[in-house]
């Protein structure tokens, strides 16, 4: 009886050894997983910020290009403020035409890896972690807006630039250009059927749009025309974007435009109507007209302006596929 009491003794003392070395490895794992859940959480929080960093200076620097100078410094200034630590860097590539890539990094002395890692203390190699972006100019291949087109056959589109030439427009063939379709779709311009009051939604490369014969202009537009003349009475700029046509085919009520593209169109003056808001700076007395950009008595439609380049950062949602007429939106490509 008494050895088999000192023997259960020895067999307890073992298994108490035994538990300690489990709890030390125990241990070690589940600080070894707690690391590793911090650093990869780390690692992805400072990819989302290259990655945001990369993304808005892609669109920057893209823009830029589209504007006249290319500035890669964008790139940097973006990464950086776009990152929490503030030491981001970006490098740029101008190796596709029409296209401007990214590539951003962490910042860490002359090194580009994240420092403050728990594996670090494990001796585990640097961690390297980037992003990249690419932007491009697309042109637009859709719009939606004031209800009228106006021809290519009229101006030239292909040196819009903020210091274009003034010019008017007129609706009356012969005043301006003669269409292909005589009198009923005008060369100059033409009214399009609305989608809403004093808006129609145009898109690229479809069978036509169809025309809203007449002099007058379509109703509903006393507001938008209002909103302009507040514009440029208080020293603003109004920059309308318009359809353009190549070709218009049928009469009247069967008229349709086949739209190539959009162009902008800065708005000096037009006589859409008689009075009010319908007749705005359309006489040679009203200030920067002259006798030959002023529109005519009587029922002399016309718009008063310049063709300008505008180019703005847009969603990569709109459709794309129009005709290169000055207009473009930046957008990232992947």
């Not at 503030?86 to 490098?91: C, E, G, R």
């Not at 087109?149 to 040196?159: I, K, Q, R, V």
């Not at 514009?231 to 069967?254: H, M, R």
Request: charged share 15%.
């Amino acid at each position: 009886m008494w050895r088999l009491i000192r023997n259960r003794k020895k067999a307890g003392s073992n298994e108490k050894g035994a538990a300690g070395v489990t709890v030390a490895v125990m241990m070690l794992v589940l600080i070894g997983a707690g690391a590793l859940a911090v650093d990869v959480g780390q690692i992805y929080a400072e990819r989302a910020q290259l990655q945001n960093g990369a993304d808005a200076g892609a669109l920057a620097v893209a823009l830029s290009c589209k504007n006249g100078a290319c500035n890669s410094a964008l790139a940097d200034n973006l990464a950086n403020s776009n990152s929490n630590d503030s030491a981001s860097k970006a490098s740029v590539d101008y190796s596709v035409p029409g296209q401007v890539t990214v590539r951003t990094s962490t910042k860490n002395g002359s090194s580009s890896f994240l420092t403050n890692l728990f594996s670090n203390a494990i001796n585990s190699g640097p961690v390297t972690v980037g992003a990249r972006a690419t932007a491009g100019a697309h042109f637009p291949g859709s719009g939606s807006g004031f209800p009228l087109a106006l021809s290519d056959d009229c101006f030239n589109l292909t040196t819009a630039s903020a210091t274009g030439v003034v010019q008017k427009i007129s609706y009356k063939p012969g005043m301006t250009c003669t269409g292909p379709s005589g009198t009923q779709i005008p060369g100059g311009w033409g009214w399009l059927d609305e989608s809403s009051p004093c808006n129609a939604t145009t898109i690229t490369g479809t069978n036509g749009m169809a025309g809203d014969p007449g002099n007058n202009p379509p109703s509903g537009c006393a507001d938008i025309l209002s909103g302009w003349k507040t514009t440029i009475e208080a020293g603003g700029e109004v920059k309308v974007l318009f359809p353009v046509f190549d070709t218009a085919t049928g009469t009247g009520n069967t008229g349709v435009f086949n739209i190539a593209g959009y162009a902008t169109f800065k708005i000096w003056g037009w006589k859409f109507g008689n009075n009010h808001e319908y007749e705005f700076r359309n006489t040679a007395g009203d200030p920067g007209m002259t006798s030959a950009l002023a529109c005519n008595g009587g029922q002399e439609r016309c718009i008063i302006g310049q063709f300008i380049k505008f180019n703005t950062i847009g969603s990569g949602s709109a459709t794309t596929g129009g005709t290169d007429w000055g207009t473009s939106e930046i957008r990232l490509i992947k």
